[in-house]
């Protein structure tokens, strides 16, 4: 007996389009359903009856679905699926084993068989349903709503693995879906959580290339930029990340002027060039302790274009009176154009070579100390 409703016209199409698939089954994904043997492909006659039992069958699973029979239920889903596997009947059932998993808090399965729905029914109506549930499994995993039991009584998030490959199949699935950027924004947030921070950075860089007008972006750039930022509040000497938090703060506020973070943004650029500055005054005082005072002067000179700094007062006292160490004379003006650093004497074969090496608006200024930590003296306080 056919469902209420349903139209043999439909039925005819349905029919129509499995006869289709059967035509190209020597070359075709039918193919591989029936490749342990060739022989089994249904003719036309035998379609038909499986149509109409797979139908009946169908039925009497979802029936069994609504009393809360889900074992019950399951277990007929799968045996369409597997004997009746051309049948309109055996998509809905491999759609409902998706969904029987899902209830049962079997995050694998549940999102394994519906991976199996979108690459074997993609032209069904359900596929974005399918994947709207794989996205919703992958965020319940990442937040911990599932949980597995070690020994049956320790709990266990799902594993970062497994988050990382279920976003990356669900974007893979459809790269232009409304769950591909989200799916790209959660990997990000995922390797940002393990402190992976490379990867994290590359992430949330990722999204904003493919997808830059999508609403995630602008978070994705803010979050480039914060990343580098905390480096930097730990201590990091390195000065790529002061010039990456830069960069990402100014794409912000160029790029998403109208966000909630181009604000943020530019109180962060802010931040950054008081961090520069005490870095410039830190390398000025270790040449100065060095009695290197022609460098010292060079980066005591660059603290100056920073205002807001509570080092300027003292850079520039200290840029002062090491040009009067330097020049007997005192200048006219204690912030004139700062002489060269301190340079070993060459040889005039030396000399020319050097010049070759240096354009004429490229004066050598001399770099940070090697290692770690710039100056070992306390800068707390600029005037001491």
């Known amino acids: 007996m056919l469902p209420s409703g349903y139209s043999w016209r439909l039925f005819a199409a349905l029919t129509t389009t499995a006869l289709i698939y059967l035509h190209q089954a020597q070359s075709g994904p039918i193919r591989d359903l029936f490749k342990n043997d060739l022989e089994s492909i249904p003719n036309s006659e035998n379609l038909l009856k499986q149509e109409k039992q797979s139908r009946v069958e169908l039925e009497s699973a979802l029936a069994h679905e609504a009393r809360g029979n889900s074992g019950k239920a399951l277990s007929m889903h799968k045996d369409i699926v597997r004997n009746y596997p051309l049948s309109s009947a055996a998509s809905t059932s491999q759609f409902q084993i998706g969904v029987l998993y899902n209830a049962a808090e079997k995050p694998g399965k549940a999102f394994d068989a519906f991976q199996s729905f979108i690459e074997n029914y993609t032209g069904d109506p359900a596929f974005i349903d399918a994947l709207r549930y794989q996205y919703e499994i992958a965020k319940a995993g990442q937040k911990g709503n599932y949980k597995k039991m070690i020994l049956g009584v320790i709990p266990r998030k799902t594993q970062t693995s497994d988050l990382l490959k279920w976003h990356g199949k669900i974007i893979n699935n459809a790269p232009h879906s409304e769950y591909a950027p989200l799916s790209q924004f959660a990997i990000a947030e995922i390797y940002e959580t393990e402190k992976k921070t490379a990867m994290a950075i590359a ?89 290197q005072y022609r460098s010292a002067v060079v980066y005591y000179q660059k603290v100056l274009k920073f205002p807001g700094s509570k080092y300027v007062t003292d850079a520039k006292q200290r840029h002062s009176n090491l040009l009067l160490k330097i020049s007997p004379q005192k200048p006219n003006n204690a912030q004139s154009e700062a002489p060269a650093p301190d340079q070993p004497k060459y040889t005039r074969l030396q000399s020319l070579t050097r010049k070759l090496r240096f354009t004429k608006d490229r004066e050598p200024v001399p770099g940070p100390p090697t290692g770690n930590k710039t100056p070992s003296s306390d800068t707390s306080n600029p005037q001491s």
């Open 203 to 291: 992430s949330y860089q990722a999204l904003v290339d493919k997808y830059p007008s999508h609403t995630t972006s602008a978070e994705a750039q803010f979050r480039i930029g914060s990343i580098s930022k905390r480096e930097i509040n730990r201590g990091s000497q390195d000065h790529g990340n002061i010039t990456s938090a830069r960069d990402a703060m100014e794409d912000v506020i160029v790029a998403y002027k109208d966000s909630e973070r181009a604000e943020q943004a530019r109180k962060a650029l802010a931040q950054f060039d008081l961090i520069e500055a005490q870095r410039l005054y830190e390398i000025g005082r270790f040449y100065e302790n060095q009695k």
